[in-house]
């Protein structure tokens, strides 16, 4: 019963917030629990759920390249700028604590509850989003910003 009461929450200040990708998180995890095979599904879903969020991620980043919105001559031209080269740093950055951060979650589980009331907080109440690749981007924003430099 505790669990619904906290998917419940969760889902009302999502509603509150008006972030649709965490309503439909919530009725999801919701639906899923209800249904009789649940306790087969959702430990699977917690297991494999990031790699299977990375896998959408990577697909959607991989698209303009399908439709040729980007080419080889972006690529060639990102090695030539220093915010190019903050922005690779970055992504580095970005997969290597999240290697860390992984380790992290299995050696201390308790840690996720904390993780999921911040990503709530900062998704919901600082319209933030909460994505690898996109916090990448953000770091690179940022420092880009900082030292007045542009991507073009």
């Known amino acids: 019963m505790e669990s619904w009461l906290f998917l419940l929450l969760v889902l009302v200040v999502a509603l509150l917030g008006k972030n649709s990708s965490l309503i439909i998180a919530a009725v999801v995890v919701m639906v899923i629990k209800a249904l009789p095979f649940a306790t087969k599904w959702l ?4 297991s494999k759920g990031i790699n299977w969020g990375v896998t959408i ?16 001559s972006d690529l060639i031209s990102v090695f030539k700028s220093p915010a190019g080269w903050i922005a690779i740093g970055c992504g580095i950055a970005v997969a290597v604590l999240s290697r860390y951060g992984v380790n992290q979650l299995a050696a201390s589980p308790q840690v996720t509850l ?4 911040g ?3 900062g998704v919901v109440f600082l319209r933030g989003v909460a994505a690898g690749p996109v916090i990448a981007s953000g770091m690179a924003y940022c420092i880009v ?3 007045g430099l542009s991507f073009k």
């Open 57 to 72: 991620i990577s697909i959607a980043i991989l698209v303009p390249i399908a439709t040729g919105e980007i080419k080889f």
């Open 114 to 117: 904390a993780l999921v009331l």
């Open 43 to 46: 430990p699977t879903i917690q």
């Open 119 to 121: 990503t709530i907080c």
């Open 145 to 147: 910003t900082l030292l």
